[in-house]
């Protein structure tokens, strides 16, 4: 039994192909997980590098407490089971399970009560005497897990072990695997490219495309909340509908437009408090999302529902329990063709229709998905990034929703109306606005906090447990946004620092302390030429007596100068020693080629700055004061940086200053590849 912690893994084949990237999850103790997605996109590779079978290029894998990146594969304490079972044909089925406890010279006994109870929990007790090839697939596999179970370990991978079975056989080991997994309360990392498989085993499933993590969360949340086109579309069958489209705010109202038809409905904004309002303007593309059951065909539904579409069906597929009815929203189109009008419809299967039919159909915009059309991002997030309000700046303050925020220095902003961002995450609690709590949301470690404020509902994402009717939040000034006609007017301050560098190897003379061997040879070289110590004269009946002893002197360290080899990070032309530990790490990427003199980026947050003697050049351009934390902002060749400021050390405008990173708090990214190594 054991947790993983998997930070920022990368994993580059000496091809160059980059089949991972920045793979980052905490798996506790017990989880099932399930790695899933189209053929291609990484699950196995990642598998392989937790089983310790492929290196990993960059990155940290932690079993337990223990990093395991140069732990070889059987001493990571983790048993795989492959699709191809891998057993040995000659052997019968007990010396498949038993042979790797015979290779670990485990007592014969103890083999023996292992495979016993590993037979019985797999049901295969009687087939213990056969030989593989005597075997159905179904067998076969659970030989193969068996074979991993009675090594009790404290990860079990299985990458793809149902893929040869037929469909129902799939179904049927499926729960076996599952109900396993309950009895042995062991970590399970299982490997699927079949949606289905993962919806049903997984306690939680990563999605992966093209060698990037798309979500990682329960099957429930992956169905309900997609964040991305690709996760709807891939989790549920029938697919998603996708629609392309435009949304216009209307007043309190958001008009839904269907591209390449007539088709429109109107739904209060309320719906869309968490979309950006640059999506709300009638004119930015958007993909609608709706999945096949979420649009009805049922007369009292379509009769009670104010968001109704014309549907022109073409054929359905019946399914015993319920039928699936193809159609289009646009009246020239065909329903065959996956098109961004193409609807399908889950109806129940009494219900009986005719090709060619035009029908109504409602929608249940309560379940709307919104992407945007390029990054096919969701545009309506689970947890939003921002609050967006309209609001007044009236001389050095900014009024919205019935309240007033003083504007702190750093803020200037002429007077006017406009629209004000807030992001989740810069409200904090404590302050003098006070709003009504509507709910907490614990949504992926994260606390989301619904607040209603001057009739609006406003969201914030809190680190404290927030149990009364009411609460007072205060605004973190310099993350807002203030535009006017679509124009920022106020812009937050970046929360990144990044920097150009190198990470470089250098060979230096140094004077270093002798080595044991060094100093027992310099010793003996010394006794031979050093004078006899003098007799000890003692004076007569004091012999006895103590004599407090001399103090020893203590023996200078004795150098000698040698060549070493010294790791240092340069970043914007400032030299820094590079610690033992990040040296190590950007070794360990050698097997991407040449590590060192290619182009690296490090990236910080403004508080891992300070001002110091020596360091990276940089020139105040202003000091930004919010109140409560004073920034500088810097010029640092053609990059701006911020700079959190020490109170006692306020630089004046345009005097030249150095900067000092905190080492242990910098990202290193190889920015050719770009693939972050620390
Ligand atoms: P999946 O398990 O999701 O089907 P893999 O992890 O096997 O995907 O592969 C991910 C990517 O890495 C693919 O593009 C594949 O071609 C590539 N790849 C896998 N193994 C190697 C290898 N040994 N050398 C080079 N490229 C590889």
């Known amino acids: 039994m054991a947790s993983l912690s998997l930070k920022h893994i990368y994993k580059v084949y000496p091809n160059g192909a980059k089949a991972v990237n920045d793979f980052t999850m905490d798996i506790e103790d017990k989880e099932f997980i399930v790695f899933v997605g189209p053929s291609g996109c990484g699950k196995s590779t990642t598998l392989r590098m937790i089983a310790g079978l492929e290196d990993i290029t960059a990155g940290e894998l932690k079993i337990g407490d223990l990093v395991v990146n140069d732990v070889e594969p059987k001493d990571r304490d983790i048993a795989m089971v492959f699709q191809n079972y891998a057993l040995y044909p000659h052997m019968t089925v007990f010396e498949n399970i038993a042979f790797g406890l015979r290779l670990r010279k485990m007592p014969r006994e103890e083999i023996n009560r292992r495979v016993k109870e590993a037979a019985e929990i797999l049901g295969i007790t009687d087939y213990l005497g056969r030989k593989p090839k005597e075997m159905s697939g179904g067998q076969r596999q659970r030989v193969s897990l068996g074979r991993a179970i009675v090594r009790e370990p404290k ?33 399970f990392i299982y490997v699927t490219h079949d949606q289905i498989e993962a919806m049903t085993m997984g306690t939680r499933i990563v999605v992966m495309k093209d060698g990037f993590v798309q979500q990682i969360d329960t099957p429930k949340n992956l169905y309900n909340y997609p964040g991305n086109k690709f996760v709807a579309g891939f989790i549920g069958t029938p697919q998603m509908n996708f629609f392309e489209g435009t949304l216009k705010k209307v007043g309190d109202f958001v008009e839904v437009a269907f591209k390449y038809t007539d088709a429109k409905v109107i739904v209060p904004y309320s719906y869309f408090y968490k979309t950006r309002p640059s999506y709300l303007n009638g004119e930015t593309n958007v993909i609608i999302g709706l999945r096949a059951e979420n649009v009805s065909l049922d007369p009292e539904t379509v009769a009670k529902s104010n968001a109704t579409i014309k549907v022109k069906i073409s054929h359905k597929e019946e399914l015993g329990n319920e039928t699936l009815i193809y159609g289009d929203i646009n009246m020239e189109g065909d329903g065959y063709t996956e098109s961004s009008t193409r609807i399908i419809i889950k ?10 039919d035009v029908v109504t159909a409602a929608l249940d915009l309560d379940h709307v ?10 545009i309506l997030p689970r947890i939003p990034e921002f609050n967006y309000l309209d609001c007044e700046v009236q001389n050095g303050s900014v009024a919205f929703l019935g309240v007033k925020a003083e504007l702190p220095p750093a803020i200037e902003c002429e007077s006017g109306v406009g629209e004000l961002l807030i992001p989740t995450d810069a409200i904090k609690l404590g302050g003098d606005i006070t709003a009504r709590v509507l709910g907490v949301e614990n949504i992926q470690g994260r606390k989301l906090l619904s607040m209603e404020l001057g009739g609006r509902r406003i969201f914030a994402v809190v680190e404290e447990d927030v149990t009364t009717p009411e609460v007072n939040i205060s605004l973190d000034m310099k993350k807002i946004t203030i535009l006017r006609d679509g124009a920022e007017v106020v812009s937050p301050m970046p929360e990144k ?123 105040v351009e202003a000091v930004l004061d919010y109140g409560t934390e004073r920034f500088a902002k810097c010029a640092v060749g053609d990059k701006t940086v911020y700079v959190k400021l020490d109170d006692n050390n306020i630089p004046t405008p345009g005097t030249d200053i150095r900067l000092l990173p905190e080492i242990d708090k910098l990202a290193i990214i190889q920015a050719d590849m770009d693939i972050r190594l620390v």
């Open 155 to 187: 990860v079990m991978l299985l990458d793809e072990p149902l893929s040869n079975l037929d469909a129902k056989l799939r179904t049927q080991m499926r729960s076996e695997i599952a109900k396993l997994h309950k009895k042995l309360g062991t970590t």
């Open 347 to 356: 109806s129940l299967a009494e219900i009986e229709y005719n090709a060619g």
């Open 369 to 378: 998905h919104l992407f945007d059309a390029e990054s096919e991002v969701s």
């Open 497 to 619: 620092v990044s920097f150009d560098g190198r990470f470089v190897k250098k060979k230096v003379v140094e004077n270093v302390p002798e080595t044991e061997a060094e100093r027992a040879k310099r010793l003996k070289k010394e006794k031979k030429h050093a004078p006899a110590p003098a007799p000890v004269q003692s004076e007569e009946g004091e012999a006895e007596v103590a004599v407090p002893a001399e103090p020893v002197e203590e023996e200078p360290i004795v150098t000698k100068p040698k060549k070493v080899i010294k790791f240092s990070l340069d970043i914007e032309d400032a030299e820094f020693n590079a610690p033992e530990e990040i040296a190590q790490k950007l070794i360990a990427a050698l097997t991407i080629k040449r590590v060192f003199d290619k182009k690296y980026r490090y990236e910080c947050t403004p508080y891992d700055l300070t001002i110091g003697e020596t360091g990276i050049a940089a020139k």
